[in-house]
């Protein structure tokens, strides 16, 4: 069984969906909170949190994630800005049940590490964040690191709680999943998760024939395409 896990994208204090992360793009939902508490009335147990505000150094929304947490989730996994082990520490402390990185793993090896050690691999997952050409891209998606390969070969040396594997090129846009996923997804220890471009229950379905244990959708819940869909 696959799960589906809605998100939560957090600009400016507001609960938003943006179309391939391009900031004033897509919708503004509204009160960050109470779409988090409609999330969890449409019988959701897992939420994925982004704050969008501390990953571009706008500050930090460490106190909605306090308030995201008294909901009732049986798992909240938040990432956005966690490039410290303090920062990953704040999170955890706010009611996070583990800390999503991307940059870091990327660009500062050492800072990695320490956070794994610190807090626990079985609190960090790694957000494999790529386009169709086969790279991953960090720095709000502009700056081409390396192939997706060569990243998940790096991540097979640490025993963390998984990876998050986001498709850039259709996230935020309904527009499909990326297919060739399934060359990625075998090479992952631990929880699969996977985000972008969810639009139908035959992705959930795809998606679920691969290999993944949980399903990340933004706008296809918003839109009330797959709104109240739990697991495939």
């Not at 998100?7 to 503004?28: E, F, Q, Y």
């Not at 989730?73 to 990953?88: C, K, L, N, P, T």
């Not at 690191?145 to 309904?174: N, P």
């Not at 990340?216 to 739990?230: D, N, P, Q």
Request: net charge neutral; charged share 25%; hydrophobic share 40%.
């Amino acid at each position: 069984m696959t799960k589906v896990m809605p998100s939560i994208d957090i600009s400016s204090g507001k609960a938003v969906k943006r179309v391939k992360g391009v900031k004033g793009s897509g919708i503004v939902v509204g009160n960050v909170v109470k779409v988090a508490e409609e999330i969890y009335n449409e019988g959701y147990d897992s939420i994925h949190i982004v704050d969008l505000d501390a990953a571009e150094g706008m500050g930090s929304n460490i106190d909605v994630v306090k308030d995201i947490a008294k909901i009732g989730f049986e798992w909240i996994q938040v990432g956005g800005g966690v490039r410290s082990v303090d920062r990953a520490k704040d999170i955890l402390s706010a009611g996070a049940s583990a800390v999503v990185v991307s940059t870091i793993f990327f660009e500062n090896r050492k800072v990695f590490e320490d956070l794994v050690e610190s807090i626990g691999g079985e609190k960090v997952l790694v957000s494999i964040d790529y386009r169709s050409d086969g790279y991953v891209y960090t720095r709000g998606w502009r700056k081409r690191i390396c192939t997706v390969y060569r990243a998940l070969e790096d991540l097979q040396k640490y025993s963390i709680r998984g990876a998050v594997f986001t498709f850039i090129d259709t996230e935020g846009t309904l527009g499909g999943v990326d297919r060739g996923v399934v060359e990625y997804v075998k090479m992952v220890n631990g929880l699969k998760e996977y985000a972008g471009g969810v639009s139908s229950y035959e992705d959930l379905v795809f998606l679920r024939d691969v290999g993944f244990d949980y399903v990340i959708i933004g706008m296809a819940f918003y839109s009330g395409i797959l709104k109240g869909v739990k697991y495939v």
